[in-house]
């Protein structure tokens, strides 16, 4: 949807260009002038033109490792549950201002198994500004100053000293927002389907 909203103005750009009929717009789209944006987005509606995206190699999420957290939801004996992180967010827990502890990471065996989304924050740090001019592949645009940052996601779950999936996240947000490479957090609480 988001993607949709973005390009609606040369998405209305190209049906401007269909000429009209007796019975409102027919046919088919004209090509739009070449070495316009308006073409290099046509070209990519089309499928006349590929687009890829690469990850440089700093942002590969490598393999996914595995914990065993506490639900927030569930309480007694059926509790825990296994959830999966990147090796890339795990190992940069401690300097983003988490720990493992915070978390309520755990290696007892998981007892849950019902379908389950766990809770997750999100941490954003800082990086420097680019000062090359980096093209936008839909649209050739060009775009100056982008930043360097990086994200972070960690599943969380609940502990002795935070129990509630709210108390759990304030303070892994305050925690992160206290690293000096952070930029901000958000939190996403967990989903379960019984």
């Keep these: 949807m988001a993607r949709k909203k973005r390009f609606?103005?040369?998405?209305?750009?190209?049906?401007?260009?269909?000429?009209?009929?007796?019975?409102?717009?027919?046919?088919q789209t004209p090509d739009a002038p070449a070495g316009t944006r308006l073409r290099y987005y046509q070209d990519w509606r089309k499928g006349a033109r590929e687009v890829s995206y690469t990850r440089v190699a700093a942002s590969n999420p490598g393999k996914l490792e595995s914990?065993?957290?506490?639900?927030?939801t569930i309480g007694g004996t059926n509790n825990k549950a296994t959830a999966k992180y990147s090796k890339r967010s795990g190992d940069v827990v401690t300097n983003i201002g988490l720990s493992p502890t915070a978390l309520g990471y755990g290696t007892v065996a998981a007892n849950f198994l019902g379908n389950y989304v766990p809770a997750k924050i999100t941490v954003y740090t800082g990086?420097?500004?680019?000062?090359?001019s980096t093209p936008s592949k839909l649209t050739g645009k060009p775009y100056?100053?982008?930043?360097?940052?990086?994200?972070?996601?960690?599943p969380f779950g609940?502990?002795?000293?935070?129990?509630?999936y709210?108390?759990?996240?304030?303070?892994?947000?305050?925690?992160?927002?206290?690293?000096?490479?952070?930029?901000?957090?958000?939190?996403?609480?967990?989903?379960?389907?019984?």
């Design 8 to 27: 609606s103005a040369l998405q209305r750009a190209l049906n401007l260009l269909r000429p009209q009929g007796t019975a409102g717009e027919s046919g």
């Design 166 to 194: 709210g108390e759990a996240a304030k303070a892994l947000i305050a925690a992160a927002k206290a690293a000096s490479t952070v930029v901000g957090a958000s939190c996403r609480p967990e989903d379960l389907i019984v």
């Design 144 to 154: 100056k100053g982008r930043t360097q940052a990086k994200t972070y996601t960690l």
């Design 67 to 72: 914990t065993t957290i506490e639900l927030f």
């Design 158 to 164: 609940k502990t002795s000293t935070n129990p509630t």
């Design 127 to 132: 990086g420097a500004r680019s000062t090359t």
